[in-house]
């Protein structure tokens, strides 16, 4: 049975959330627990509370949407994606996962279905790692993979910590490690998203089933020279920690270029000098990179050169280095049988299709931990994400509502 | 006759205007119309009128404190330098100038002495570029070298103009141009200032004299690629904004290492990227870059060749290029009979001295322009400045006082 999706109820509301943002439309800033983020994710409880799910927040920001099906004591079956932005972003990143879920919801309830399961949609805090440098934070500790002391330990730039953000958000609870899932809490999880790459497009495809996610990994250097006066300080008694940080750039780059697989990616997306003045030799600079690749093996061996390079060209140059590896995580594998159980939704609904890898990670990357896990992804225009041009049509987007509110349907019943 | 200097006072005088910063101490940041430029100047002011002179501001915030001399139709003889400091720098650069100039005038009022010519202290705008990415801002207009567009033009990094900090400041007059000063206002002009290089305290001198000052020059440079998401755009066809702004830093290094002249410096010191977030392909970088020399065919040749290098580098890479020439300004040469002066004084008081070429330019580069000039030096710790352990003893600074004021002295009488 066909489902009665509202694609242009659910479109007004995609506009009206990327209205909430730290710089003006079309760009999309919603940095975690920024003014901006508080009041997106106020958007979001409330259109929760409109469709009549119990809504709760746990220690460190997950939201939870519960819609109580007959059977209370069975596991839930969860979907749900982020509404937190990098800055200088788009309004479909996320966004679709969530409103998407809550338009699936009420599709399913507009038809008089009432689920056996219950179905939980989860906004996951700080998908993006903006805030702290780490993405995933909340799917990060839902799955228990980072430690009381990791998570104690976590700063952002003005060298605030989660309990700082958690108090200003008004967050219940007081143990953020305590926010770990118990075993066996979801049946499944399913997350609808933008592809955030040219491959549906270019194929002209309506849906791409997710069998695995790419493995993610950053790193961030703090690099100490020694500034001075740009005009008085001669070249050969410089120590500057821009030009060191300049030459790591680059061998980021050749690393990702040089290691034999296409699917490896290395980005310098940090790059902060001090003190940042024309006629001062930079004493200090803050990288960051992002490294990912589909293969386990040729990522370690990148990330091995790139680590080997940086302390080489600040050995050379005199140049204090402190390296850190924020997260380097597996690849995830998606459960065979929920993409099957998609790929079928496809087939009913008359969509085409292809099952296909994630480049980019997502929070499914560490619910695949704890449950069987998938994603169903919607083509976006020129594969472009992470801009304000980001961009999919009404219909691209109903149709993967579809597909997940009929997938939420089949898994339920 | 030894002038009564007061060291201690004056050392008191300029620890409390250190204080006076937009961080806390020991860092000195008063970027120009801050709240704390703002109040430094306030204090400065209030010292002058201590002091009796006659304070006025001008119309892009040049601050004039004017003993009247018996003559007062007599060009004016002027002394002075800057308050204002880039982010994390430390208090003599440019204070023992200003505050050391009202100490030298207190000095010569104790002892009875009635100057002949008018003395005026000046208290320059911006000599440091961090606002508007040009330094000696207020000499520049004073001595007529910018253009009313010039000055119209002027954007900080907010896209501020001048107009909108002039108003902040409650500054008086309503055309920056007009601040130009008339011909022959000044007999002379003579500038107390910290070294900002090793030498004098090498050969453990108490004094240099500014025979000449190096030709400075500076660059901005705004590169444009196209961003995207560091996971899914993969590595072909990145238009990485950082990459090239990396390679660029390199090339400005180079061009000062092998430009033959061991007096050629080059810094990139401002290297800002956007979105800077690790998760996002950089799609902008704005670099800003110093070069300096003593002999110009050198600075311009090294400037042509980085110019060359930038733009080669960005049509390889496939990256916008908007390349500004900031400012390229010919060397000054100091008065020589004003250097005599000084040298005389230096032998009067027994102090050791040498005179020697300034890296480092200042408001005398441009004072030079329209009326004979020099510079008095001090040495500094290790040759450091723009750091917050910049430091001048208590002597050192009495001792660059005792020759200002003596040279005041023998000047005006």
Chains 1, 2 share one sequence.
């Not at 990330?303 to 590896?325: D, S």
């Not at 594998?333 to 009913?348: K, M, R």
Request: aromatic share 4%.
């Amino acid at each position: 049975m066909k489902l009665p999706i509202d694609g242009a109820r659910l479109q007004k509301e995609i506009d009206e959330l990327s209205l909430i943002s730290e710089q003006p439309a079309p760009v999309v800033t919603r940095v975690l627990f920024s003014e901006a983020d508080l009041r997106g994710r106020d958007f979001v409880k409330n259109l929760f509370r409109q469709a009549g799910l119990a809504v709760r927040e746990d220690a460190v920001g997950n939201i939870f949407a519960r819609w109580e099906g007959r059977d209370k004591s069975a596991p839930a079956l969860a979907t749900g994606s982020h509404i937190d932005a990098i800055p200088n972003a788009g309004k479909y990143d996320g966004v679709v996962g969530v409103l998407g879920a809550i338009e699936a919801v009420r599709a399913l309830q507009k038809t008089g279905f009432v689920p056996q399961r219950s179905i939980e949609c989860i906004v996951f805090t700080a998908e993006e790692p903006t805030r702290f440098g780490l993405g995933c934070l909340g799917s990060r500790i839902l799955a228990g993979t980072l430690s009381k002391d990791k998570i104690a330990g976590l700063r952002d730039r003005d060298g605030h910590d989660l309990e700082f953000w958690r108090k200003r958000a008004h967050l219940p609870g007081g143990d953020p490690a305590a926010a770990r899932l118990a075993e066996n809490t979801y049946a499944s999880f399913v997350e609808l998203h933008i592809e955030q790459g040219p491959i549906l497009e270019q194929r002209n495809l309506a849906i791409g089933i997710v069998e695995k996610i790419a493995a993610p990994s950053s790193l961030r250097l703090q690099l100490t020279g020694v500034g001075g006066h740009a005009g008085a300080v001669l070249m050969p008694g410089r120590r500057d920690a821009l030009l060191a940080g300049a030459e790591i750039a680059l061998e980021v780059e050749k690393a990702a270029l040089a290691s034999g697989s296409p699917d490896t990616v290395a980005t310098t997306g940090v790059f902060r000098i001090e003190p940042g003045a024309v006629n001062s030799v930079p004493c200090h600079a803050t990288l960051e990179i992002d490294l990912r690749d589909t293969q386990l093996a040729s990522r370690d061996a990148a990330l091995k050169k790139i680590e080997a390079a940086a302390v080489e060209i600040c050995h050379r140059r005199g140049i204090g280095l402190q390296l850190e590896r924020v997260n380097v995580d597996a690849p995830a594998i998606c459960d065979g049988a929920l993409v099957q159980s998609v790929s079928g939704v496809c087939e009913e609904l008359g969509l085409s299709f292809t099952k296909m890898i994630s480049r980019a990670y997502h929070d499914t990357l560490f619910m695949a931990r704890i449950c069987p896990a998938t994603m169903i992804f919607i083509p976006c225009r020129g594969g472009v994400s992470h801009r304000p041009d980001e961009y999919s049509s009404p219909q691209q987007i109903a149709d993967g509502v579809a597909v997940l509110a009929g997938t939420l349907r089949r898994l339920v019943e």
